[in-house]
């Protein structure tokens, strides 16, 4: 039976389930590669922004963009390129094609001919797409992904040994991520925290998209290196998939063997999976059912967890994060168990938000060993402990909203109206001495006073200028440029002055310091150490957990206040 094109009332349908939780910002950046999927999805999306715009002129999204990269590896790229660029005028949508800058930092060298491309290219692309979204003031990247590359990335996956979690495949939104720390060319940071990637395609085949491109006479070029098995293992799984058969050998002697050893790591791992019957051999069709059942249940388990967190967590400090050992013990379902784990982890490491460093590599022995402390009757029966992911789990007793820490294992005295629970925190870091052992920088101490001085000595002539600082992935320091006192300015800029970020109070927070010309920190002023909660946090739950710091704060920590500098927390605790 012939293929339906997707109409525009089911595309609306699709876009609504992969809205941002703040809702649509004003621009959605589509990565156009020219093939049927991103030029489907850039004539459907241009399409319904127009229908917006004729309804609600101040409606969002109001406009699309349209951005290339040209990985220029191909003798024929430029041509493809020029294709994308073709279409997206024609649609009246403004169009970016960047050219990867191969050699130059922080993109590396040229891949050699035979070298394993996909990842390195992976990431060099999404690299400049974020960069070419900062100047654009864009927040929303689009993506052409459908249900068959879901059956793909779920396969990818098992042959890495992913949980049936990972097995349900690609989100139909997430945030970005801070990408992987001490990495140039991976590294996201802030601007990462701050923007979404929208997959709307992942509930329908390859088939409808080619149908919609059919129905409205939409030209799109075809990449012949998608076909070829012996160049990536997707490739080699999307050719046994079409032929019904998971036999590597069908594939030729040609195949590499990193990728035939990939290959039989699938059909080793698939086995393992206890929610559903996944047959690699099975066709198509069966596989997107297998893995819209996986990813069914992935979302699932999101929205226990979301339950769970708002059932068991307490006010505790900035940064940290409390929950009740009598709240959990309402949580039975191993897989809800696991992901509450990681999500608590993720929200307090100081590891790059989304990485697998900030949920302990998701080492089944590290989360093993923090579920069998957490899930038991007497948290203080293991004592504080660190199982990676640079998180502490301290069990601790809440009195009349005070935290008691326990001694060598043992509880605190008993008190009416105690209540026993588990605090996550960021992991104690190395002293000073240890770090220059290991020949390591502190992180925890970031020298300001050049970016500073760059711009108080231009504030007179580029006014309202704004310095981000984030700090140890945890905390962003927002510094008003126009509002530093004369004062301090001319001490900056004329005497030497030193402005620097250091920790303070056991839960490790950022404190803005004046020093002298020489650094000397015992001399130093503290200039802010206030923590503010923001106006709207990155996601409802977010701003649920922050409004209730103030009542947990220690009272022997210093708070130093000034209007030019403000200090937010900006981990999210969402699943995405």
Not at 58 to 83: C, F, R
Not at 286 to 291: G, N
Not at 369 to 397: E, N, Y
Request: glycine share 6%; aromatic share 8%; with cysteine.
């Amino acid at each position: 039976m012939r293929s339906a094109p997707i109409s525009a009332d089911e595309f609306t349908r699709m876009l609504r389930r992969c809205q941002p939780p703040n809702g649509w910002t004003s621009t959605i950046s589509v990565a156009n590669s020219g093939g049927p999927d991103s030029t489907c999805l850039l004539f459907l999306l241009n399409r319904h922004v127009q229908s917006i715009r004729a309804k609600h002129p101040d409606g969002v999204p109001s406009q699309v963009q349209s951005i290339t990269v040209d990985h220029n590896l191909q003798p024929n790229s430029a041509k493809m390129a020029q294709a994308t660029t073709d279409f997206a005028t024609k649609l009246g949508i403004p169009h970016t094609t960047i050219r990867v800058p191969w050699g130059q930092h922080p993109v590396p060298k040229r891949p050699e001919t035979g070298e394993a491309f996909e990842g390195i290219g992976r990431g060099v692309r999404y690299r400049l797409l974020l960069d070419q979204m900062v100047k654009l003031d864009s927040f929303v990247l689009a993506l052409g992904h459908h249900g068959d590359d879901q059956v793909e990335t779920s396969l990818m996956r098992l042959a890495k040994g992913t949980s049936e979690m990972g097995a349900g495949g690609m989100r139909k939104i997430r945030r970005w991520g801070m990408g992987m720390h001490n990495d140039d060319l991976l590294f996201a940071g802030m601007a990462g925290m701050q923007r979404w990637m929208i997959r709307p395609f992942l509930d329908v085949g390859k088939d409808r998209l080619l149908a919609t491109c059919d129905a409205n006479n939409l030209e799109f070029v075809t990449d012949e290196t998608n076909f070829q098995p012996e160049l990536t293992l997707r490739n080699a799984i999307r050719k046994l998939v079409s032929q019904n058969s998971f036999d590597p050998e069908s594939l030729g002697p040609d195949i590499p063997f990193h990728i035939t050893e990939g290959l039989q790591q699938i059909q080793a791992n698939i086995a393992s999976l206890e929610s559903v019957e996944m047959d690699p051999s099975g066709g198509l069709d069966h596989l997107r059912d297998a893995v819209t059942v996986l990813s069914d249940q992935a979302i699932d388990v999101d929205g226990l967890v979301d339950s769970a967190l708002n059932r068991c967590h307490l006010p505790s400090p900035a940064g940290t994060y409390l929950v009740s050992s009598r709240g959990l013990a309402t949580i039975k379902d191993p897989l809800v168990r696991q992901a509450f784990v990681l999500r608590i982890m993720r929200y307090v490491s100081f590891f790059a938000w989304g990485t697998v460093r900030a949920d302990a590599n998701r080492r089944r022995s590290s989360l093993q060993r923090i579920i069998s402390a957490l899930f038991t009757d007497d948290p203080f029966q293991s004592g504080a402990f660190v199982a990676g992911g640079g998180v502490v789990w301290t069990p601790v007793v809440v009195t009349n909203n005070r935290i008691r820490f326990g001694i060598r294992n043992h509880a605190p005295p008993p008190r009416d109206g105690d209540i026993y629970g588990w605090l996550a925190s960021r992991q104690v870091p190395f002293m000073e001495a240890r770090l220059r052992q290991l020949n390591m920088p502190n992180v925890l101490k970031i020298d300001i006073t050049e970016q500073m001085r760059q711009r108080l000595a231009a504030r007179d002539t580029v006014p309202k200028q704004t310095l981000e600082v984030l700090w140890d992935c945890r905390f962003l320091l927002k510094i008003d440029i126009d509002r530093v006192p004369d004062d301090l300015a001319r001490k900056v800029l004329m005497h030497g002055a030193q402005l620097w970020i250091y920790p303070h109070s056991r839960w490790f927070w950022p404190k803005v310091v004046h020093l002298n010309a020489r650094g000397d920190y015992a001399s130093g002023v503290t200039l802010h150490s206030t923590l503010s909660v923001p106006e709207k946090g990155l996601v409802r739950l977010d701003r649920d957990v922050m409004e209730k710091w103030p009542q947990a704060y220690n009272r022997d920590v210093e708070e130093v206040t000034t209007d030019w500098v403000q200090t937010e927390w900006i981990r999210s605790l969402s699943a995405f």
